[in-house]
């Protein structure tokens, strides 16, 4: 081997090793900075003992963790987003000074206060006080409720502007790699920063990432491409469809515009779809069901009173079926081919009703498909009892097709041969949407039965003086009655003709109980009967004619069964006997009279749902929420210790270890030592060889 070869070894070993302390001092310097991965110099000998050269500054990188720790990512972030959000919705709920059951108890309360004293001034308007104060408590719970879903939007829309940077970010460091690689640089640190970028990405939404050598191509959703290469799209926050109250993430691509908020999961965005579709939906939809029921049914009680003026009561609460809140509850979508001419949602039977909102498709030759999203149940409409024929020879007038919407009632469904209109009944509610032209294949319409009914809930009685508290029906017993009979009534329709004049029972009624009649010896004892008269000229009382036309004489009695007549109901306990008499009229200045409070009184623990009372079904709401919590919470835990245990074994794989490095340091810093050493030993060489000549 010549000096000049050996002297060229040297030089090249030099070299080498100064790359090698080159890249320990840079892995060493790096040791505390995110997202950085360790490098390591790839020397390969020369052939022909030739020397060494620096074959590549190799990133030490574990693919496979580096997709693992973005997904763990994904999934930690959506769940820590839906445990957070969560747990503040619990809180709320819980809290006393927000919580409806506390109100409803002030509310009773007080209400037993006008019961105990129905004449007393002061407690009727204690009574209106509590009545407003849990109005208030609704309408603020619902606000609240919709200044989460207002927040969630403002993070939405920050969220797609982040996207949108970092998608374009990673688009211009796919360009560089390819850039650097073309001229054989080193592109280690820039694909660290892209990682990071990704991680980032990874933390927002869960996406897809395909490694394609110098370039990632990442993809959100249904396999939309979001960065392909070095060109990078854009992500923004659109309103919903139809419900234009919640934003939605999109992609455009070549200008348009791809809606992409269903098929998003994981990340931050994921958590917050999720907790807002899921967590705060249903209790929006709760607590509107509650106060719905709540406002039904304290006003039906109420009309079936009277006040201090002898007047029967009005509205306590909100009408829940104005036109307003009917026309409210229902909304097409912006892609419907169909114009709708009128829409609307009416509340039929509030124990039937469900805490969920639905989605109406049209399909073909006027089938339709009804999707109730709580539980993702589908119900065919056409499947439901038709009121009419669904195939008449000519087409409804005007008149037949308002009188056939009129008489659906639920289960039963009403489709115009026009195609122009469709009416149904399900789940206590009644739906009638009419268009100006046929309703079209793929259609859609968003049905919110209960959504805003916590925030639509007002008091519209503000005189304690028209509390209707007292019964419109007198009942007298006659003096010398001998039996155990005790008769009730009970107002089932205020507007029917009995009560049509102010202050009177039209007819008054008196119930006479007929001795049985006589039978032969050894047959059973034939059954005791009544008389129903009208007492108009109580000097010559007549048998009382039903609607019907049936003569109510000699009817059989079945004690505590119902006696329907024109707008109320009459019961009579016990045994009464022959000749006893029971009498009705108006309750004329019954001011003392308390059965209609007490009725409404009873409402607080009758279950009026299909799972309870009001406040059965608000201790459910907040169980439900503080159970998702408590899953939330845990799910969130596990997550972390997933996302630790891949970041542990990432940084075992590509993080910088000092004592590894400062060994590292040593061993090259020798061998560099050794190259100058043969640098010289070669020069001296050299020096002899001229020396000699």
């Known amino acids: 081997m010549s000096s000049f070869s050996l002297l060229n070894i040297g030089i090249q070993a030099a070299q080498a090793n100064q790359t090698a302390l080159s890249t320990i001092g840079q892995n060493i310097s790096n040791v505390n900075t995110e997202g950085y991965s360790r490098q390591r110099v790839d020397l390969v000998s020369r052939p022909d003992l030739s020397g060494v050269f620096v074959n590549d500054i190799e990133r030490i990188s574990d693919k496979f963790l580096t997709?693992?720790?973005?997904?763990?990512?994904?999934?930690?972030?959506?769940?820590?987003?839906?445990?957070?959000?969560?747990?503040?919705?619990?809180?709320?709920?819980?809290?006393?000074?927000?919580?409806?059951?506390?109100?409803?108890?002030?509310?009773?309360?007080?209400?037993?206060?006008a019961v105990d004293?129905?004449?007393?001034?002061?407690?009727?308007?204690?009574?209106?006080?509590?009545?407003?104060?849990?109005?208030?408590?609704?309408?603020?719970?619902?606000?609240?409720?919709?200044?989460q879903d207002e927040t969630i939007n403002q993070q939405l829309d920050g969220y797609a502007s982040q996207i949108t940077t970092l998608a374009a970010n990673i688009a211009n460091i796919n360009d560089n790699i390819r850039v650097a690689t073309a001229s054989n640089n080193s592109a280690n640190d820039l694909r660290d920063?892209?990682?990071?970028?990704?991680?980032?990405?990874?933390?927002?939404?869960?996406?897809?990432?395909?490694?394609?050598?110098?370039?990632?191509?990442?993809?959100?959703?249904?396999?939309?491409?979001?960065?392909?290469?070095?060109?990078?799209?854009?992500?923004?926050?659109?309103?919903?469809?139809?419900?234009?109250?919640?934003?939605?993430?999109?992609?455009?691509?070549?200008?348009?515009?791809?809606?992409?908020?269903?098929?998003?999961?994981?990340?931050?965005?994921?958590?917050?779809?999720?907790?807002?579709?899921?967590?705060?939906?249903?209790?929006?939809?709760?607590?509107?069901?509650?106060?719905?029921?709540?406002?039904?049914?304290?006003?039906?009680?109420?009309?079936?009173g009277i006040d201090l003026n002898n007047e029967f009561g009005g509205e306590l609460f909100t009408n829940m079926n104005s036109d307003y809140l009917q026309q409210k509850r229902i909304a097409s979508n912006n892609n419907n081919i169909s114009v709708?001419?009128?829409?609307?949602?009416?509340?039929?039977?509030?124990?039937?009703?469900?805490?969920?909102?639905?989605?109406?498709?049209?399909?073909?030759n006027n089938q339709f498909t009804l999707f109730r999203k709580s539980d993702g149940k589908q119900i065919a409409i056409n499947q439901f009892s038709a009121v009419t024929d669904p195939t008449p020879l000519t087409p409804l007038s005007p008149d037949d097709r308002n009188a056939a919407i009129e008489s659906v009632g639920q289960n039963e469904f009403f489709i115009d041969p026009s195609g122009r209109s469709i009416s149904f009944g399900v789940d206590g509610i009644k739906v009638t949407i009419e268009t100006t032209g046929r309703l079209a294949k793929g259609d859609r319409f968003l049905i919110?039965?209960?959504?805003?009914?916590?925030?639509?809930?007002?008091?519209?009685?503000?005189?304690?003086?028209?509390?209707?508290?007292?019964?419109?029906?007198?009942?007298?017993?006659?003096?010398?009655?001998?039996?155990?009979?005790?008769?009730?009534?009970?107002?089932?329709?205020?507007?029917?003709?009995?009560?049509?004049?102010?202050?009177?029972?039209?007819?008054?009624?008196?119930?006479?109980?007929?001795?049985?009649?006589?039978?032969?010896?050894?047959?059973?004892?034939?059954?005791?009967?009544?008389?129903?008269y009208d007492m108009t000229?109580?000097?010559?009382?007549?048998?009382?004619?039903?609607?019907?036309?049936?003569?109510q004489s000699n009817q059989p009695f079945v004690s505590g069964g119902d006696i329907q007549l024109d707008g109320y109901t009459v019961s009579i306990d016990n045994l009464p006997s022959p000749g006893d008499r029971f009498s009705f009229g108006f309750n004329l200045d019954g001011v003392s009279d308390n059965r209609n409070a007490l009725a409404l009184s009873n409402l607080q623990q009758s279950n009026l749902f299909d799972r309870g009372s009001y406040q059965d079904l608000y201790g459910s709401l907040v169980e439900a929420v503080g159970t998702r919590t408590a899953t939330a919470n845990i799910s969130e835990q596990a997550n972390k210790a997933v996302l630790d245990t891949t970041a542990g074994a990432k940084a075992s794989v590509s993080g910088v270890n000092?004592?590894?490095?400062?060994?590292?340091?040593?061993?090259?810093?020798?061998?560099?030592?050794?190259s100058a050493q043969l640098i010289r030993v070669s020069q001296t060489i050299f020096d002899s060889l001229l020396n000699s000549v």
């Open 193 to 304: 920063h892209r990682d990071e970028l990704v991680n980032q990405l990874s933390s927002l939404v869960g996406v897809t990432v395909v490694d394609q050598g110098e370039e990632y191509s990442i993809f959100i959703g249904n396999g939309q491409p979001l960065v392909v290469g070095s060109t990078a799209e854009k992500v923004i926050s659109v309103q919903g469809n139809p419900d234009g109250s919640q934003h939605e993430l999109a992609l455009v691509i070549a200008n348009e515009t791809i809606n992409v908020n269903d098929e998003i999961v994981g990340g931050k965005i994921g958590g917050l779809l999720q907790y807002r579709e899921q967590t705060l939906g249903d209790a929006r939809n709760e607590l509107g069901l509650i106060a719905i029921g709540f406002a039904e049914s304290m006003n039906q009680q109420h009309e079936a």
């Open 340 to 364: 709708v001419q009128t829409a609307r949602v009416e509340i039929q039977q509030t124990e039937l009703l469900q805490a969920s909102d639905y989605e109406l498709v049209v399909g073909d």
């Open 658 to 674: 000092l004592d590894e490095e400062a060994a590292k340091l040593v061993q090259f810093q020798q061998a560099y030592q050794a």
């Open 117 to 147: 004293d129905p004449v007393s001034i002061p407690n009727r308007e204690l009574f209106i006080a509590q009545a407003d104060a849990l109005v208030k408590r609704f309408n603020n719970l619902d606000a609240n409720i919709r200044t």
């Open 67 to 113: 997709q693992q720790m973005w997904s763990d990512l994904s999934s930690y972030n959506q769940t820590s987003a839906y445990a957070e959000l969560s747990g503040r919705l619990d809180n709320l709920l819980a809290t006393s000074s927000q919580s409806v059951s506390s109100a409803l108890d002030d509310y009773f309360g007080a209400l037993q206060n």
């Open 537 to 551: 000229d109580p000097t010559n009382p007549v048998p009382w004619v039903n609607e019907q036309g049936v003569t």
């Open 448 to 532: 919110q039965p209960v959504k805003s009914g916590a925030q639509d809930l007002s008091l519209t009685l503000h005189d304690g003086r028209q509390l209707a508290l007292a019964s419109p029906i007198r009942v007298t017993e006659n003096n010398d009655n001998q039996g155990t009979g005790v008769a009730t009534a009970t107002v089932t329709d205020p507007g029917a003709g009995s009560f049509a004049i102010p202050g009177q029972l039209t007819p008054p009624i008196e119930i006479v109980f007929n001795a049985p009649a006589p039978t032969l010896p050894g047959d059973p004892a034939s059954p005791m009967t009544y008389t129903l």
